[in-house]
Nanobody
């Protein structure tokens, strides 16, 4: 059973940085996709950054150049380094994983990530990020 646990959220002032971590367990497949998503109050959940085991990485335009996704296989951790945060980044942040691949992206209103044609099925419980101006 796949388990994902996010940590690292908190409150920060505009312009500040945070690093989110997602501890992953139970993944036994060699091909996979992993991603970070967020949901602000009153809004739909959107994809913001994702990668797959074949080296593809994608960022939503709203975070490109400010956020960096990375995977430490040895530590079974997925990270999201967030710099130059502003109030629009306030949201609940989730990590997710899906076996297979490759990563596919659909952009209509928001960014939607798919893995091998499927939606992400394994999710963490989320970590809150609040950015004050």
């Amino acid at each position: 059973q796949v388990q994902l646990v996010e940590s690292g959220g908190g409150s920060v002032q505009s312009g500040g940085s945070l690093r989110l971590s997602c501890t992953v367990s139970g993944i036994t497949y060699s091909r996979f996709c992993m991603g970070w998503f967020r949901q602000a109050p009153g809004k739909e959940r959107e994809g913001i950054a994702a990668l797959d085991s074949e080296g593809t990485t994608h960022y939503a335009d709203s975070v490109k150049g400010r956020f960096t996704i990375s995977l430490d296989n040895a530590k079974n951790k997925l990270y999201l380094q967030m710099d130059s945060l502003h109030s629009d980044d306030t949201a609940m942040y989730y990590c997710a994983a899906e076996p297979g691949g490759p990563l596919a992206i659909a952009e209509y209103i928001d960014v939607h990530y798919y893995c091998g044609g499927r939606t992400f099925e394994d999710w963490g419980q989320g970590t809150q990020v609040t950015v004050s101006s």
